[in-house]
Nanobody
Framework: QVQLVESGGGLVQPGGSLRLSCAAS????????MGWYRQAPGKQRELVAA???????NYAESVKGRFTISRDNAKNTVYLQMNSLNPEDTAVYHC??????????????????WGQGTQVTVSS
């Protein structure tokens, strides 16, 4: 089992910044790709940004140039630096982690896990 604990959400004015953190904990698992998704009221959950264990990143078009995803593999923690926030960024942000594990020398793809979500509200 893997637990994801998110922090850093809150209320910010348009043009402001927030930094989200998500720490993964679990035994005998490898944390592979990690990412941030968001879901606004009445909308489907969408990918915001993702990062592989090797550091390759992928961003939604709407956040490119404003958001930066990074990770610390030693801490199994992923971060999302959000700058130039606007009201359209208001949503619940969820952390996601893909996992794997070994049995002997055999690698297996594990389950994907989700955090409980953290609210980001951009409003004046």
């Amino acid at each position: 089992q893997v637990q994801l604990v998110e922090s850093g959400g809150g209320l910010v004015q348009p043009g402001g910044s927030l930094r989200l953190s998500c720490a993964a904990s679990g035994s005998a698992v490898i944390i592979n790709a990690m990412g941030w998704y968001r879901q606004a009221p009445g909308k489907q959950r969408e990918l915001v940004a993702a990062i592989t264990r090797g550091g390759r990143t992928n961003y939604a078009e709407s956040v490119k140039g404003r958001f930066t995803i990074s990770r610390d593999n030693a801490k199994n923690t992923v971060y999302l630096q959000m700058n130039s926030l606007n009201p359209e960024d208001t949503a619940v942000y969820h952390c996601n982690a893909e996992t794997g594990y070994y049995t002997g020398s055999w690698y297996h793809t594990g389950s994907a896990y989700w955090g409980q979500g953290t609210q980001v509200t951009v409003s004046s």
